[in-house]
Structure formats: C-alpha cells, structure tokens
Nanobody, 124 residues
C-alpha cells in the first residue's frame, strides 16, 4: 500500500508561482516512478509531469514545458512540482500518482495510487 498526500496548492495571480509537494509512505519510495496529473472543472484528468525513480527520466505535457519543473527527494519520500508563470487555465486540482513497481514509464502510464489532490486557482 502507498499513501500519497499533496500540499502546497492555493490562490495565486496570473504570472505567479507555486510549489506543490507530494509526500509518500512506503520504504520503497525511491523505486517508484512519480507523476502529477490535474483535473479542471468539467474536464478529464490530464497528465502534467512524470519523473523516474532516480530523476534520470522526466517528461512534461507540452503545455507545461518551460514553466513547470518536477523533482524528487528520495531521502524525504517527496516529489515536487514547481509551477512558474501560472495562467488561469492552470486552475485545477492537482494529483500525485504512482504505483509500487519499479521502472514504470514516466508518461503514458497511470499508476494505481492517487493522493487526495490539492487545489490550485490562478486568478487573472
């Protein structure tokens, strides 16, 4: 079992920044590929970014490239999402995602475990 707890969401003006965190339980966290997804009101959940177990492989959705940065600290069992130059269309609930299996793809894959989500609201 893996538990994921997101934090760091909030209200920010367009052009601003936020850093999301996802704390994971489990002593094998350093094995897990970690991903961020988001879901805006009335829309399907979409992939944001993914990072491999050692950070050697990273992927972003096209609209996030150059603005978002995913990283991880295996010593703290935490993955981060630094979001800069935020736009109103980034408003969504952001979710952390993984599965407790080594070498899963960083993108094009959805793990079995989700956090509860953290709300990000960007005002214009």
């Amino acid at each position: 079992q893996v538990q994921l707890v997101e934090s760091g969401g909030g209200l920010v003006q367009a052009g601003g920044s936020l850093r999301l965190s996802c704390a994971a339980s489990g002593r094998m966290f350093s094995w897990y590929t970690m991903r961020w997804f988001r879901q805006a009101p009335g829309k399907e959940r979409e992939f944001v970014a993914g990072i491999s177990w050692n950070g050697g492989s990273i992927a972003y959705a096209e609209s996030m490239k150059g603005r978002f940065t995913i990283s991880r600290d295996n010593a703290k069992n935490t993955v981060y999402l630094q979001m800069n130059s935020l736009k109103p269309e980034d408003t969504a609930v952001y979710y952390c995602n993984t599965d407790p299996t080594q070498f899963r793809p960083v993108s094009g894959w959805v793990g079995d475990y989700w956090g509860q989500g953290t709300q990000v609201t960007v005002s214009s």
